[in-house]
């Protein structure tokens, strides 16, 4: 073999070699650049999801609160109902022993031997 032929197939070999070193040198960084695009995702993701988290933990606090409030609500509104039934009962009972004595007094007034 003559030495420009194995001098030209080395320089061959290594500006093939180069090129691939710099084609996987590119692909690298692509990968390097997508790896940095997901972790500017992820921190953006992970600051929603906290703030997402706070926003859930207010909402259920929030809920607890009235849950509690519309519960003192029913039994405010349960015990006044009872309280109007009872005072409604005893009226019908004062009104139906005022009509009997009533009706009683009209009797004494009216009967014989009255003035």
Do not use: F
């Not at 993701?45 to 509690?68: G, M, P, W, Y």
């Not at 109007?84 to 139906?96: A, G, H, M, R, V």
């Amino acid at each position: 073999m003559a030495s420009g032929t194995v001098g030209g197939a080395l320089t061959e070999q290594s500006n093939e070699l180069v090129q691939c070193i710099e084609e996987l040198r590119t692909k690298r960084e692509e990968i390097d650049n997508q790896i940095t695009e997901e972790e500017d995702e992820k921190a953006k993701v992970q600051s929603d999801l906290q703030v997402l988290s706070k926003r859930l933990t207010t909402l259920n606090e929030s809920i607890a609160r009235k849950l509690a409030a519309r519960n003192d609500y029913d039994k405010t509104i349960q015990e006044t109902e009872a309280a109007y039934l009872k005072i409604l009962e005893s009226s019908q009972t004062l009104l139906t022993v005022l009509k009997r004595e009533t009706k009683g007094l009209e009797k004494k007034s009216t009967g014989p031997g009255a003035v």
